[in-house]
């Protein structure tokens, strides 16, 4: 994939969001509380490409599923311009991890570690019959 101007202008976009105002205090530990933002706060970074498009996928929902969620019955109470922003608030996760930091995993000694198989892979309990 190349690189276009405008692709880098958006990564620059959503790296400068951990420094704006509704964002940056609800960093902790790396973590972005994000269930912490006001409703009022959603809708002014919704007005916004990166901060858009950021909320989106950290709410798991793409245009066709928040155009659906902004007809639910709950939203559908809110006044009609903060209906997107209350439809993206409300499936955003508790925290989300910082895009970042890296996780590592470090192991004594300079061993590595391997995958562990399942320990659920030979249960019948979770087979739907």
Same mark, same amino acid.
């Given at each position: ?54 909320? +989106?996928? #950290?709410? =798991?929902? &793409? @245009? %066709? ?9 709950? *939203? ?17 996760? +508790?925290? #989300?991890? =910082?895009? &970042? @930091? %890296? ?9 590595? *570690? ?16």
């Amino acid at each position: 994939m190349t690189d276009t101007p405008e692709f880098d202008d958006f990564k620059t976009e959503l790296r400068k969001l951990k420094t704006r105002k509704p964002l940056k205090p609800l960093l902790r530990r790396g973590d972005i509380q994000l269930r912490r933002l006001a409703l009022t706060d959603v809708a002014a970074l919704m007005l916004e490409d990166a901060a858009r498009y950021f909320l +989106l996928a #950290a709410a =798991n929902l &793409n @245009r %066709t599923q928040l155009k659906k969620a902004t007809s639910d019955p709950e *939203a559908v109470l809110v006044e009609k311009k903060l209906r997107q922003a209350y439809a993206v608030r409300e499936r955003l996760p +508790l925290t #989300a991890p =910082n895009p &970042n @930091r %890296t996780l590592v995993t470090a192991t004594p000694r300079g061993r590595h *570690a391997s995958p562990s198989p399942s320990r659920y892979d030979d249960m019948p309990a979770f087979d739907a019959e």
